[in-house]
């Protein structure tokens, strides 16, 4: 991504810090400020990065059709990637796609998973995450 790149605010920011504070409670150790605001940068740029491919991508192919395959954090909520993305090109239409398991499963309490995105899929947790022949 071209510099200087937006970096994580508001809830998306506290989902990112929220992260970094879950993992080092396995640890005892809560992560310094630093260890916060680099954590906050890299993903920011993580997510700039992929932002400004799809862009570019657009500019050079405006009638095609980008599918992004990404990690939940990395759109869920619109946040992060879809965020910047629409910061490089604000009339782009996004939709994203959710999936992910929960034991709730088959009983899935939607309202729960509502604004994770605009079509959401919900598996079994107790299926293998792998296929073995």
Do not use: C
């Amino acid at each position: 991504a071209p510099l200087p790149y937006d970096t994580a605010s508001g809830k998306y920011h506290e989902k990112l810090v929220g992260l970094f504070d879950q993992g080092s409670s396995k640890k005892k150790k809560q992560p310094s400020m630093g260890e916060s605001f680099s954590l906050v940068m890299a993903q920011s740029l993580w997510d700039a990065t992929m932002a400004f491919s799809i862009h570019e991508y657009f500019e050079k192919n405006p009638t095609n059709k980008v599918f992004q395959v990404n990690g939940r954090f990395h759109s869920d909520e619109h946040f992060a990637v879809v965020t910047q993305l629409k910061k490089y090109n604000p009339k782009l239409r996004v939709l994203v796609i959710s999936s992910g398991s929960d034991e709730s499963f088959p009983n899935v309490d939607w309202k729960k998973f509502e604004n994770q995105g605009d079509y959401i899929i919900i598996t079994d947790p107790k299926v293998p995450k792998t296929y073995k022949d």
